[in-house]
């Protein structure tokens, strides 16, 4: 098995004015891929990858995702298509649920949401392929005889992967994707479940994680603790249920008085299985785990005061 790919994720909340110093320094440092986000009241997902992909000349660039059911699936494949024309094999779609909370805010969370995302891939990729779509009426997703114009069908048709985390998503995304895209934290263990879950020989395995890199081990450690905050929150608890400490991670969850204070009471050996935080062989180890346990990419997710900044530690990772 080839070692996983190393990329970097764009941080949701880099000043804009960075944004494409951040991709053309990822980019000149020698990263394989650029991953960008789209959560609610940031940056649109697709917005970004062409800024970055137009800045760029070789770094691939994913959309770790778009909320299906915030995007008609018509236009998010004019979206996809016209990436994919402009760049060809340079661009990866990313799709999934989105979170719940968010969605319903908009008023987009549907009644059926795996239902409706498994619909939603498959005309995704149909219409990718050139393919005419119809759907019945009553169907999750309604397409009435609606396809690509031929000049718009990408010659390179790009990757469809689910960004999902439950055993059940993690199966769909098997049976009606290219892949799947992890978010944070990727312990091995979480990984190593998540492709017995998918069940697919061969899918690309995208996995996020909150990464620090320093000679000194305890300070990486320490940079990397505070983006560790949220672990253990109900709607990432397929992340941890995998973990041998799991029991002992929820505990101290609930015991802490804020984030912060979970956070900075995390151990040290919690700290390194949930990021690929330590020094440069410590990082390499991990990502080298999390091929093995099925990861095709490994993206880092910059901490500290300047994720610009720290591309250059990064960096040494690969």
């Known amino acids: 098995m080839p070692p996983p790919s190393v990329g970097v994720l764009l941080p949701r909340d880099l000043p804009a004015h960075r944004v494409l110093e951040h991709a ?9 891929e650029l991953w960008v986000v789209e959560d609610l009241g940031f940056r649109g997902g697709a917005a970004q990858a062409a800024a970055v992909l137009a800045a760029t000349e070789r770094i691939h660039v994913g959309i770790g995702i778009v909320p299906a059911a915030a995007r008609d699936v018509a236009f998010a494949a ?22 719940p909370d968010w969605m319903r805010s908009v008023g987009a969370w549907p009644a059926r949401p795996l239902t409706y995302l498994e619909a939603y891939t498959r005309a995704l990729r149909a219409l990718l392929r050139g393919e005419r779509v119809t759907t019945a009426s009553d169907a999750p997703v309604v397409l009435d005889g609606v396809a690509l114009d031929p000049s718009s069908v990408p010659d390179v048709v ?3 992967l689910l960004g999902v985390r439950g055993p059940r998503s993690l199966a769909a995304a098997g049976r009606v994707a290219d892949g799947v895209v992890l978010a944070e934290p990727c312990a091995p263990a979480y990984v190593r479940a998540a492709v017995e879950h998918v069940a697919a020989p061969g899918t690309r395995v995208v996995t996020y994680d ?7 081990r305890a300070r990486a450690l320490d940079v990397a603790r505070p983006g560790l905050a949220w672990v253990g ?10 973990l041998p400490f799991a029991a002992d991670l929820a505990a101290l969850r609930a015991r802490s008085a804020s984030p912060a204070a979970f956070a900075a009471a995390l151990p040290d050996a919690w700290v390194r299985e949930l990021a690929l935080a330590g020094t440069p062989d410590d990082v390499r180890e991990r990502i080298a785990a999390r091929g093995a346990a099925g990861a095709t990419s490994c993206v880092l997710f910059p901490t500290g005061p300047d994720p610009v900044a720290a591309l250059e530690a990064l960096a040494r990772v690969r």
């Open 24 to 32: 053309r320094r990822a980019e000149a440092l020698g990263f394989d």
């Open 233 to 242: 929150e109900p709607d990432w608890s397929p992340h941890v249920a995998p």
């Open 210 to 216: 909150v990464a620090a890199v320093d000679d000194d």
């Open 78 to 99: 004019m979206d996809a298509a016209t990436l994919a024309r402009l760049f060809p094999g340079r661009v990866t779609f990313g799709v999934g649920h989105g979170m």
């Open 158 to 160: 790009p990757d469809v």
